[in-house]
């Protein structure tokens, strides 16, 4: 058990629909990123958020957008969802800015209909 | 763009080889170079290499960085079958924020 937790573990929704994926990161870590994995692609890189604050974003689609909250636990909004979204989304934390070790989650698997 | 290639793709062994995987990279203002491990779900954390030519082993694992070469490999001996996985190769690019550039990965399978 990493420490981070994600939930939902499963989604399953419609085209077009909005889905917020949520992720609680280990105690005391202040960065948290978000990744994508689809079936035939690697973990690619969303955003990173480091103390509440966006620190880097990469390949995220303007249908997507994400937050970090004071308490630090961060949200990943999905919205105006296609096919291609369905993917495991994963949520990743650690103490400072530089990442060094991850932490992961279990991910969210996201099917989009 | 940032680019980590990992190769091979996949491979099948039997228990008891030894295996070598291979990432390559073209990063700007590289940091680190890390593997990690993806059995089911979350992908563990195995090694973290900053510096040329210094081996980390951990147990049967061990890992080695060439940044003149711009590549790393992961060897694993005497595998078992608790070995299967995908073994993920990951870049840290230094910029504002930094990120971790993922390769695609190098599914293994331990046949007993």
């Known amino acids: 058990d990493s420490g981070v937790t994600q939930t939902p573990k499963h989604l399953i929704t419609a085209t077009g629909q909005r889905v917020t994926l949520r992720c609680s990161p280990r105690s005391g870590d202040l960065s948290v990123y978000w990744y994508q994995q689809s079936l035939d692609q690697g973990l690619q890189f969303l955003i990173q958020y480091y103390n509440g604050e966006e620190r880097a974003k990469g390949n995220i689609l303007e249908r997507f957008s994400a937050q970090q909250f004071p308490d630090l636990h961060s949200e990943l909004n999905l919205s105006s969802l296609e096919l291609g979204d369905s993917a495991l989304y994963f949520c990743?934390?650690?103490?400072?800015?530089?990442?060094?070790?991850?932490?992961f989650g279990e991910g969210s698997r996201l099917t989009v209909l | 763009e940032d680019k980590v290639v990992q190769s091979p793709l996949s491979l099948v062994v039997h228990e008891g080889d030894t295996v070598t995987l291979n990432c390559s990279y073209e990063v700007t203002n590289f940091r680190s170079l890390l593997w990690y491990k993806q059995e089911k779900k979350a992908p563990t954390f195995l090694f973290m290499l900053t510096s040329s030519g210094i081996e980390k082993k951990s147990g049967r694992l061990s890992s080695i960085l060439d940044k003149k070469e711009l590549f790393s490999i992961l060897n694993i001996t005497a595998t078992q079958t608790g070995d299967s996985a995908v073994y993920l190769c990951?870049?840290?690019?230094?910029?504002?924020?930094?990120?971790?550039?993922f390769g695609a990965g190098t599914i293994l399978r331990v046949k007993s």
């Open positions: 990743a934390s650690s103490v400072l800015g530089p990442p060094g070790e991850l932490f």
């Open positions: 990951a870049v840290e690019a230094l910029m504002v924020g930094n990120k971790l550039v």
